[in-house]
């Protein structure tokens, strides 16, 4: 068997769809009006969010809104060290977001920012303030939880129930330059729904941070391959073959022009979650489909989507299947 390989690209046009949002063309990124929502809560974690966010709307040129979520159990103060306020509200809740989100991006940043503090449970607030939203980015933990978590509660429940992208952020990379951006983005594909839309948004961000794109495509030989694949009726060669061409089909579907450079078809032999991870060692970020065409189709979240977000070292975005 022969391992992974790289091509380059073969792309022709097509008509934009949903989840493409620029205007298609050859002359590179073209921004178009949206919303970049991220949660902060005084963690580490949650203002790694926020300035990987920042970096994010002005690469798109999104408006940037900031949520954070309290409650008078649940009090984040301006001053840090002060006690508990049983008087606590929202004047108070806002002078803390205004404190954090300066704190994070610094004053002048922050002038630009839309804050929004929400009396509410911190998954909830931020499921509806990203409504009709561009992306949803949140911290892989925050304050809550237990220090094993590779991902806190309310950073899952929005990668399951999010309409719209979803960017898990771990606590070192939010202070990522923000001088000229290259870099390099991976995205995993399966021939799936979710990934063709996965690889509309990366192709979208690539041209955006002219960065070099990889796809990937993983096939493995079937479970039932304990016995040679030959007296199954399967040739691993041929299952190669067909490998390769579910990869050409799912790059030459789409328009490909704007790109700084070619990008690179990676046909990995392997599961996907490791043969995405490996891939991802060093890259700026990795984007992926919630769900492909394993497992079952009530689940909200695959697990090869959940794993790359748990265990990838840099930002994840998770795209939405069709509901």
Known sequence: MRGSFTTG?????????????????????????????????????????????????????????????????????????????????????????????????????????????????????????????????????????????????????????????????????GAAPTGAEAGRIVVGIDGSAAARRALEWALDEARARTAALDVVYAWHLPHEARVPVATLGMEPDLLEDAARVTLDEAVDGQDTGGLSSPLNRVLAYGRPTPSILERADGADLVVVGSRGRGGFSGLLLGSVSQQVAHHATCPVVVIPHER
């Open 9 to 173: 690209n073969r792309g022709r046009p097509q008509e934009a769809t949903a989840f493409r949002l620029r205007a298609r063309g050859s002359e590179g990124y073209c921004p178009t009006m949206g919303t970049v929502v991220v949660g902060v809560d005084g963690s580490v974690g949650g203002a790694a969010a926020l300035q990987w966010a920042a970096r994010e709307a002005r690469l798109r040129r999104w408006q940037l809104r900031v949520v954070m979520a309290w409650g008078l159990l649940d009090q984040h103060q301006a001053n840090p060290g002060m006690a508990f306020d049983p008087k606590y509200g929202a004047v108070e809740a806002r002078a803390a977001l205004d404190a954090l989100v300066a704190q994070a991006i610094g004053e002048e940043a922050a002038a630009d920012v839309e804050p929004r503090p929400v009396c509410d449970l911190p998954a909830r607030a931020l499921l509806e303030a990203a409504a009709g939203a561009s992306l949803l980015v949140v911290g892989a933990r925050g304050l809550g939880g237990f220090h094993g978590l590779l991902i806190g509660s309310v950073s899952q429940h929005c990668l399951r129930h999010a309409s719209c992208p979803v960017a898990v952020v771990h606590r070192s990379e």
